[in-house]
């Protein structure tokens, strides 16, 4: 059972823009807090932002002023917009959930399947 439905990703120039979705339940979206992970080829997964369930936010330093990201709570989905991405930005990107507050991959109880974010010219 998919509980975090990631969507948008894809292939983008350096310099451009993207955004990603994640849906979820109503249950786990008014209960944890949500996030984003990324994994590039041969690297451990990393965390790379959140927000509460208040609308806190808190950024990796590496996408700190280049990524944003909010929740809409009609619809019980996260956004992530990233602009200026680099090369090194590449990775496959997962939606977590977080009841916690811990954003430690070891704690985090529900993810989503990942989607694929290339940037190359």
């Known amino acids: 059972q998919a509980h975090l439905i990631e969507s948008g990703g894809g292939l983008v120039q350096p310099g451009g823009s993207l955004g990603l979705s994640c849906a979820t339940s109503?249950?786990?979206?008014?209960?944890?807090?949500m996030g984003w992970f990324r994994q590039a080829p041969g690297k451990e997964r990393e965390f790379v932002v959140a927000?509460?369930?208040?609308?806190?936010?808190s950024y990796a330093d590496s996408v700190k002023g280049r990524f944003t990201i909010s929740r809409d709570n009609a619809k019980n989905t996260v956004y992530l917009q990233m602009n200026s991405l680099k090369p090194e930005d590449t990775a496959v990107y997962y939606c977590?959930?977080?009841?916690?507050?811990?954003?430690?991959?070891?704690?985090?109880?529900?993810w989503g399947k990942g989607t694929l974010v290339t940037v190359s010219s």
């Open positions: 977590a959930a977080s009841y916690s507050g811990s954003w430690s991959p070891m704690a985090i109880p529900y």
């Open positions: 109503g249950r786990i979206f008014s209960t944890y807090a």
């Open positions: 927000i509460t369930l208040n609308g806190r936010t």
